[in-house]
């Protein structure tokens, strides 16, 4: 008995003092391959770049769907948005040359225009932008009395404002002459439409623009032609 106890710590010693660096006990067994740990920690030390260069376009792709979703929860509020009772809501028919029926990419500016033709209603524009054949549209109509018109739903591409038709919402203004100058109800009505749009659309009130500021065409002509006119404009929609 004592020859054997004598012989088994030998054996062991030496095998036990390689295994140590920073294992347990346990694993003692681990000790007859003391050559791998340094493989193991060269192998470890390549994957964490790619793992961060992966991680990285992840975040980027993730952004990249929230900024559009940003947008398509915007378009989708405008489209369950209820207009004011002061709006007569009057949708033009889906086979509307002016009705594309897409969706607007989002909303940045209110564009304001004026129909050119003096002394038309709000009700004539309307069902001019309801044939076929005609290629033109705005959001709403502002009348000689006042009175305004919806057009096309909120969410919706109206064709007025050229290359800004994805993400503007678009007013055309009736005007009783040639100057293109707005009747005092015409005008009282187009700025509280402008506001309420503000308030509503989450644009502010900052970001409304003329179709002139777009393309240079004289429209809305009489705040092309009276800049003072337009400033006038603005303040009042602010001050509304
Ligand atoms: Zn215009």
Redesign the pocket.
Known sequence: MPSETQQRPRQPRPAGKRQPPGRSPAKGQAARTGSRPPQRRRKKKKPFPYQTVILGLVLLVLLGIAANLTNFGQVGKLGRLHVPLWVDKQILHETAGGRPGTKLDGVKDIAI??VANPGSTAQNNHDYFDQPETQVSAHFVVGLEGEVIQCIPLDEVSY?TNDRNKDTISIEVCHPDETGQFNQETYDSLVKLTAWLCDNCGISRKDVIR?YDVTG?P??LYFVDHPDAWEQFLKDVKKY
Request: aromatic share 14%; glycine share 0%; charged share 15%.
């Open positions: 225009h004026y007025a179709h065409k429209c809305p």
